[in-house]
């Protein structure tokens, strides 16, 4: 209760005694660069592959045959677009980005790189965490967007290349019965992992006391914690957003 | 001037500071010092507010630092400079932008301006032609340098160092030592400085504050240190085989 507590206070900080925008601008550019555009292969590859095998997973699944084949690239564009490319990728994204943000945030602590900024008067919460949040609730939406498209690509490039489903039947799946509001799902649930996985790992980080050991510890806590956070904010939505009355 | 009060300080069941006090004044370098684990470290800490002290006050030019409001604390931090013990740099940014980063941050000035005064400072530290390099390029010594340039490019009322020479060759901490004494002369600052480190303490040594075990033992200047008839500071200032020698010819 006392770390969530902390964690409050935290947040609290970040809008406490601001930076100016020109400042938070630069730095939450780079932020971008570094969260999103250096996390786009990795997402590319697994979102791929998972599209890829969901479908041939389906494929296997609905041998009875008076299910048309067209519903397996219905039931793979429901996982992607609902949950793989929004939470599973979460994850991925917990251990890839949430993890480096911890570590850098711990390495600033133990070498009173954060203690520099404080006696300077810089409110190094503000300064340091608020540019890793908005970035990342920026750029996590973007990243479930290219993941989910890459996921029924692989899908409909799997079943063109086994012959599972023809191209026709697949494209003709991912339409059938298409609900919009399921994207605008995904995409409030990337937002809400996006600042879960950038707040929870900066707060381990900051945190950090003792050494590099330390630094290592805290950046799998963020992993940790980023993860048991993503999986209840999940089903927390899932109950306020798609259940029937 | 810099004013403690019963600065006072635990870690746990652990009593690091015990209540306490002293002045620091202006223009010439105000010495910490004891063995490691004293609670040194911690003390200039407590007075920057990096870490909170248990009890007691600090006072800058008679300003309460300990009870002032969010807003004054940063008006009040905003007039120190503070090199630390590995530097403190900021490793994405190279060392013009680190001593820069000050300027950027707090200083209201033109482009050009900002860029003559962090080659002056550089000059001043002996790092003229080091601006583009990262701090990863950088020796022990030119760390602590930047640091220190970092540390002044502001003005600063109130200067703060934590061992600077700590992991410096001799010559290199002479050098230090006589730089944080020609900056604190020059531009006049109340300059604190903890050290274990006795060739610094007989260098520069006008103002010490002899700290054991957490109490502040005694104080006075380095003329006195060697005849103080305190058995700690004797232990801890006769612990090198020089200073043993000097006592010898002293006597």
New interface residues.
Partial sequence: MKEIGKYFIFIGYLF??R?SFK?HYKLIIDECVLIGVNSIFLFVLVSSFIGAVSTVQTAFNLVAPYIPKYVISQVVREMTVLELAPTVMAIVYAGKVGSSMSGNLG?MRI???I??L?????NSINYLVLPKIVASVLMYPLLVIVSGVCALMGGYLVGLITGILAPTEYIYGIRYLFNEFTITFALIKAITFGFLVASISSFKGYYTQGGALEVGISSTKAVTTSVIAILLADYLLAQLLLSPA | MIEIQNISKSFGEKKILKDISGKFDKGCPNLIIGASGTGKSVLLKCIVELVKPDEGYVFFDNRNFTESNRKDKIEIRREIGMLFQGGALFDSKTVEENVRFPLDMLAKMPKDEKTDRVNLVLNRVGLKNANKKMPSELSGGMRKRVGIARAIVNNPKYLFCDEPNSGLDPQTSILIDELIQVLTSDYDTTTIVVTHDMNSVMGIGDNIMFLYQGEKLWEGGKDDITHSGVKELDDFVFANKVMIAMRGKSR
């Fill in positions: 406490t005694n930076e400042t390495t070498t009173e790189q203690d520099a404080e006696v300077m008067g810089i």
